[in-house]
């Protein structure tokens, strides 16, 4: 039995220490860092404990011109490098809150391991920020022509569903 106990114990020990073969990288330039802070943050208020380690965000050249940024996995698993690649050829972001739309996105691909969205609230938005290729969804007025366009209020709803798909329709959407 102990010898049993024993063989046991070792292979675990043997498939632990295959894990540890893995150390993840954590390179992001300063120009992306605040959005993972608040990506971090975010999770945080709504009561997720969330450290990225594990993210490389990276300028390529071979991002198809159809898009701002990839990520290179849709799996929440730490095993494997997540990296971010944003397309240089195209200047995809007008303000610091689009930015944080597309960084969030890639991040709940790569991060949070979500696919893409395609449901709509009962209004005709979006329900996630998982839905692709859209990064004004909560964004500020791109010129300050009054405050109509400005869609910052639904910020708090994107967040919320962003780590809780759950999240019930928002009263502005109903
Ligand atoms: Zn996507």
Redesign the pocket.
Known sequence: MIKKILVAGFVLLCSCSHNDDFTPVFDVPAEFQPYVDSFEAAAAERGYHIMVNNLIIAYDASVSNTYCA??NTTSAENSIQKIIYINPDIHCWQNSRQLETLLF??M??CILGRA?DTALLPNGDAKSI?Y??DISLYAPCAYPLGDTCNQLYTRDYYLDELFNPATPVPDWAK
Do not use: A, Q
């Open positions: 990839v990520s996105h890639e709940g691909h893409h998982m692709p290729d």
